[in-house]
């Protein structure tokens, strides 16, 4: 099963705008990872935030974890036509050492 | 590039033939992954080793399922007598340790006809 549930499924922006992409999990977690995938190829990692850190910063990218609430967001700014991919959230839960993935928000950023 | 690498690419092959894949990890990280994924889903785990050791399996690893990691460093998977519902993407990563980050490779997606 997956834990992970991605919010929204689909969205839609302009260059130039931000995105805002939720995930919620169901379980105790040691940390939840971000990941993209362009059509028809590999996962690239995105950020890994820890169950004891609340907010973590790569670039153009911001995520969010809020353990009481068992979800976190994934802040992409400024967005380019190259971002348009899906976004995946995957958590490693306590006790359990492969990932769990939801299905993933698939963003497209018009030009 | 994130270090892992995978082969076949691609990989058509008809209904009851045995097809194996390979990964290979980046070269320090001792575990290593297998997930499959399918149009519109997120990748579902199917098993780990750690360094030789397959720790865990999937229920969704039937039996025609073998996976091996001999010398702990690249892996295969071997699908016996492929069904059509086995055509996936089947990614392959690898990690440095328990808890940190997983880096896939670019997959090996299976058409199964």
């Known amino acids: 099963s997956q834990q992970g549930e991605e919010d929204p499924q689909a969205l839609s922006i302009q260059e130039g705008e931000n995105a805002t992409m939720n995930c919620s999990y169901k379980t105790s977690i040691n940390n939840l990872q971000w990941y993209r995938q362009n059509s028809g190829r590999g996962l690239v990692h995105l950020i890994l935030?820890?169950?004891?850190?609340r907010e973590k910063h790569s670039g153009r990218l911001r995520v969010t974890l809020d353990t009481s609430k068992k979800s976190s967001s994934l802040l992409i700014t400024a967005s380019r036509a190259a971002d348009t991919a899906s976004y995946f959230c995957?958590?490693?839960?306590?006790?359990?050492?492969?990932?769990?993935f939801g299905k993933g928000t698939r963003l497209s950023v018009i030009a | 590039d994130t270090g892992v690498s995978q082969n076949p690419r691609h990989k058509i092959t008809k209904r009851g033939q045995n097809v194996t894949f390979r990964c290979d990890p980046i070269?320090?990280?001792?575990?290593l992954y297998w997930y499959r994924q399918t149009l519109g889903q997120g990748p579902e785990f199917l098993t780990y080793f750690q360094n030789e050791a397959q720790l865990e399996k999937s229920r969704l690893l039937s039996d025609r399922f073998s996976a091996e990691r001999p010398k702990g460093s690249f892996s295969t998977l071997e699908i016996q007598r492929t069904e059509q519902g086995d055509s996936a993407m089947y990614l392959c990563?690898?990690?440095?340790?328990?808890?940190?980050?997983?880096?896939f490779g670019p997959g090996t997606r299976l058409l199964v006809l």
């Open positions: 070269s320090e990280h001792n575990r």
């Open positions: 935030i820890r169950s004891n850190e």
């Open positions: 995957a958590t490693d839960a306590k006790g359990n050492t492969p990932l769990v």
């Open positions: 990563a690898s990690s440095l340790g328990l808890q940190e980050t997983q880096y």
